[in-house]
């Protein structure tokens, strides 16, 4: 092979026979392709001329790992192939020793690409914990997790990536510097005019910052635009797909009626290729509802795994990556034990006319499974749209990191719709952890004051670290409680960027007679150390209103011009639309068609009279191998919320009368001078704030400083 002389070197020293032409290749590939090239020594000139090639290995699906694919970057758009693709006409650059093997022993053909993307609406991130592998995230429909052959290749692709995104025009405010524009003209005509020096210079600054506003607002339009055009091009792939997909899964459930004794290896190689190429173009979708994911060696497999729309990928590949264990959650509480006894609210006030107040311990039958500390948990169920939000601030666009913060924080309230039974008051010290790989999140959460009630929490996320505490201020009035929450909740990106915010007013309606419900009003401000703030309001729920729930939004710049709007229900959904810079306050005109920013996930398929959803179901699970890595204050082994998820009602209300006077004795242990464990008052902010080392422990499973607060129950469950 002719020794190339484009400017790129090889960096891996092994044997691939430089000496003579291979007879495999073409010609035109045999003057182009030396070696694998540095990631130190590509030239942006080359990359863009020629584009680059060559074998990573992607993510499928948990059944089938990693799986090589033959990918190409050329003209700002990656593809990817089962088999080759037409880099021999681009003169494209071979990376790595894998792709070289794979590319002469191929039979080169033209085949269609499964996948394109843009990477103008790209952003490209390395993991950190493993430095081979990175992802390509399209900020809304699609990710690509991907695995170099080396570090060195993994760092060609990225190198490649950011300097082909470094030709299109960022989403930042355009320099007023940059705007060139002759005002010599305009300045002749105004100094025949008698106009001073000093005020044709001020109006050719006025004209230039103008026009910079113009173009940069022109050129985020153009960019929303072209998102989701992808967007829509991404979901029209998938549905041909999913149509090829039901057709061919037709004929295999005729094939297999009318040949029964069909080896069942070839029907196994067969779904295993179909799940393949399903996944092959599988996108995340902003919905990410929550179904199941069991695998089932059977066509019923293939539906599940063909309706999922990849939640848990992201999780599979943290469980093989980082050594987590396969952990399948489940998808329904526990069948009851007894049979739940009916109860009267006037028959609980009879029985109690007289009694101390402060003893009296309404039955767990008003409680759900849950307690207030795993209720903090709830509220990040759609997480994902912080991690949306991470990657659109790392792209420039500050107005959809702060669309998609305001979708989240209007999301934790969609858990509360249905939802009637209250969740057990968490004990002085108790505490609850989430490890969740699949969502990328770490959580901690404890009750940290007896009187007032607060709880802190704490959250790290992709990117991202979320934390607050709250303290509820209630007011009964005869019929329905207001709940009014106190404190503040903060996000913080990696990159610096900080917002905060606190909850609207909850009312709770029917509590004598008709059936229960809460409604959510008010008015929540997010603002932050950014150039965008927002406000929603919350409408409240009356006699004549025939949508209930409604959100309304909007965001805007420190300048107090709207930029963007919003509305929905805090239950269903929420879109937003751009609107017109040149607009002034109210009267701004949206300049683009409504988007759908969030909308809530399914509810669960095995309902109970809790009305938990999928996510909800699985926060006091057990999983296998837990237990012994649990504090013994973590809420899932409390013994009355355990005995009700099973439906051992009798002994659910004894253990919770016994801890609720076990727990009577909470304040004068706070009075003593009990100080919270994880989380400690910060002196400026007034918050509580985590300190700390949980994590740590748990890895080493070193509880001895952690009280049981729970013992003393004759039977645990």
Known sequence: MATSTTPFRSHHSFNHRSSTSSPSLPRLVQR?????????DFKLNAIVGNGICGLLYKWVNYGRGWRPRWFTLHHGVLSYYKVQGPHIQTHSKIIGKQSFRRFSAAHHGHPKPLIQLHLMVCSVEESKSDERRFCVYT?????????????EDRATWVEAMLAVKDMFPRLSNVPEESVVISTDRLRQLLLKEGVKESIIKESEDIMKSELSRVINHNNFLL?????????????LENALIESQKQHSKDDVVSYLSAHENLSEASASDSREEGCDEFFDTLSISSDRSSESHSQESSLHSENEETSSNGKYEEWLIGCVESNYPHVRRRTKLPDPVEKEAGISLWSIIKDNIGKDLTKVCLPVTFNEPLSSLQKCFEDLEYSYLLDQAYAWGKMGNSVMRMLHVAAFAVSGYACTHGRSCKPFN???????????????????SEKVSHHPMIVACHCEGRGWKFWGDSNLKSKFWGRSIQVDPVGVLTLKFDDGEVFQWSKVTTAIYNLILGKLYCDHYGTMRIEGNGEYSCKLKFKEQSIIEKTPHKVQGVVEDNKGRTVAT???????????????????????????KEHQLWKKSNPSEYQTRYNFT????????????????????????RPDQRYLENGEYEKANAEKLRLEQKQRQASKMQEQGWKPKWFAMDKESHTYCYVGGYWEAREKEKWEACHDIFANSSTTP
Not at 426 to 444: M, V
Request: charged share 30%.
């Open 32 to 40: 182009t392709v030396s070696a694998p090239f540095s990631h130190r």
């Open 139 to 151: 900020g809304m429909k699609k990710r690509l997790y991907l695995r170099a052959e080396c570090k």
């Open 223 to 235: 960019m929303d635009t072209l998102h989701h055009l992808e967007t829509d091009k991404v979901d």
């Open 426 to 444: 968490p004990l002085l010290g108790e505490t609850y952890e989430a490890d969740y790989p699949d969502k990328g999140l770490r959580f901690i």
């Open 566 to 592: 919003l509305h929905g229900k805090w239950d269903e959904s929420l879109r937003y639309a751009i609107v017109d810079s040149s607009g002034k306050g109210k009267g701004s005109n949206v300049s683009s």
């Open 614 to 637: 999928q996510f909800a179901t699985t926060l006091n699970e057990i999983t296998p191998g837990l237990r012994e890595k649990l504090p013994p204050t973590d809420s899932r082994l």
